[in-house]
């Protein structure tokens, strides 16, 4: 299965700022997604990032706040826009498929002050 | 809408427990269900079930799927405090349906006391 590399671990932000979390795969893949985990929830996708197309949204999340890059198959950023202390969460981005399994990278605590 | 309910949402047992927890979907598209454990951030992968009444075994860890009644059970024995987790159940839909995308339950938290 995959290896993802996901970074930063965790960060602290000052509220109105953005942060950006990257993902890195060992293999190329062909869709990303990006969840987020509020504190004692389940997990959620925020979007799928395809290759060499927009990302796609779920219901509740908009491509402003949580802008995404996907520029080639081993690599796809997040970022969370203008934050404000409820964007305060685990971010995490996966691979996979459901024939296969899918893998999960090591997650950012993000913070929000 | 898609739907996986877990339970129960919290368990506290000693060391040398069994415990079961539950997980029932009700989702337009199945191909597979998923277990995860998540300790801290990122959710680690235990079983993939797909076909109903075949039980996967992992050590301690044993998880079957009824796709009759749609539901699924892990089982853990001779429980340790290394087990204390967070365990996520999650279901896939078939390959090219909904972008692939994992719908999640909320998570059984199981507290193992030495």
């Known amino acids: 299965s995959a290896v993802i590399s996901q970074k930063p671990s965790r960060d602290i932000c000052q509220r109105g700022t953005s942060l950006t979390i990257q993902c890195q795969v060992d293999?190329?893949?062909?869709?990303m997604f990006w969840y987020r985990q509020q504190p004692g929830q389940s997990l959620t996708l925020i979007a799928t990032a395809n290759q060499g197309s927009e990302a796609t949204y779920e219901s509740g999340f908009v491509i402003d706040k949580f802008p995404i890059s996907r520029p080639n198959l081993t690599f796809s950023t997040l970022t969370v826009s203008n934050m404000s202390p409820e964007d305060s969460s685990i971010y995490l981005c996966s691979v996979g498929e459901a024939a296969y399994g899918y893998t999960f990278g090591s997650g950012t605590r993000l913070t929000v002050v | 809408e898609d739907k996986v309910v877990q339970s129960p949402l919290s368990l506290v047992v000693h060391e040398g427990d069994t415990v079961t927890l539950n997980c029932s979907y009700e989702?337009?598209?199945?191909?597979?269900l998923l277990w995860y454990k998540q300790e801290k951030k990122a959710p680690t992968f235990l079983f993939m079930l797909?076909?109903?009444?075949i039980e996967k075994k992992s050590g301690r860890l044993s998880s079957i799927l009824d796709k009759k009644e749609l539901f699924s059970i892990l089982n853990i024995t001779a429980t340790q405090t290394g087990d204390s987790a967070v365990y996520l159940c999650?279901?896939?839909?078939?390959?090219?349906?909904?972008?692939?995308?994992?719908?999640f339950g909320g998570g059984t938290r199981l507290m193992v006391k030495p």
């Open positions: 989702v337009t598209n199945f191909r597979s």
């Open positions: 797909t076909s109903s009444g």
């Open positions: 999650a279901v896939a839909p078939p390959y090219g349906n909904a972008g692939n995308m994992l719908t």
């Open positions: 293999s190329q893949v062909t869709m």
